[in-house]
């Protein structure tokens, strides 16, 4: 099989992905919060972002933040598709546990060589969407843009439709898959406390508290 060849390294890569998960349209990406994505100092992401910069991956003005260029952009989605197909290959081909699989993909997706990219596309017959519920960008690195509202805005009453959960904490991933709380799954608010306290749901006529975190990582489709 053949290796990746790529003009970049592995922290530039990471760097354009997490800038890319940063940007809200046209708004440029602070270095400070670059420097917290990547666990940095913000010395080192200024550095990194320097770098970038002279690579063509992203446009800097002082003061104001960072932009990626479009190959930048095209970097940070082709690191995405990578990530979210090895999480589902992970998952579903090799019986990783979701809550396990966002670290391996963290390692792998930099050494995913183009045709073994393909190769793992077709075996999971091209998926759009990785296990906990993130749209998989396509082979020409379109992210389809989809319409879903935070958990913890809904109110009592409300039903809705787990589309995505976030990876960031194992053990939240864990809480939830053990009350069988996962993307696709139905529920309905049956009580909001105030102040960002839990909201409680019923999810196949049994009722979960999920606290103010919980609510806060979990994206919807409401009915």
């Known amino acids: 099989m053949a290796t990746r060849e790529?003009?970049?390294?592995?922290?530039?890569?990471?760097?354009?992905?997490?800038?890319?998960?940063?940007?809200?349209?046209?708004e440029p990406v602070g270095i400070t919060a670059i420097a917290h994505r990547v666990s940095v100092t913000p010395a080192s992401a200024s550095g990194m972002v320097r770098k970038l910069d002279e690579l063509g991956l992203v446009t800097h003005e002082r003061y104001r933040g960072v932009r990626l260029t479009e190959t930048g952009t095209r970097l940070a989605l082709q690191m995405i598709r990578h990530h979210r197909l090895l999480e589902l290959y992970l998952a579903e081909s090799l019986g990783v546990p979701w809550d396990r699989v966002h670290q391996e993909a963290e390692v792998l997706e930099h050494v995913?060589?183009?045709?073994?990219?393909?190769?793992?596309?077709?075996?999971?017959?091209?998926?759009?969407?990785?296990p906990h519920g993130d749209p998989i960008p396509d082979a020409d690195l379109v992210l389809p843009v989809e319409r879903t509202a935070c958990l913890s805005t809904l109110e009592p009453?409300?039903?809705?439709?787990?589309?995505?959960?976030?990876?960031?904490?194992?053990?939240?991933?864990?809480?939830?898959a053990a009350r069988e709380i996962v993307p696709g799954t139905h529920l309905r608010v049956i009580d909001k406390q105030p102040f960002g306290g839990p909201l409680f749901v019923e999810v196949a006529g049994a009722t979960h508290a999920l606290g103010g975190q919980l609510a806060t990582s979990m994206r919807v489709r409401t009915s």
């Open 6 to 26: 790529t003009e970049f390294s592995s922290a530039v890569e990471d760097y354009a992905k997490a800038i890319y998960a940063l940007q809200e349209g046209e």
């Open 112 to 130: 995913l060589s183009k045709e073994l990219e393909a190769l793992i596309a077709a075996k999971l017959g091209n998926p759009t969407h990785d």
């Open 157 to 176: 009453g409300e039903e809705a439709t787990v589309v995505r959960i976030s990876d960031a904490e194992p053990e939240m991933l864990r809480y939830l």
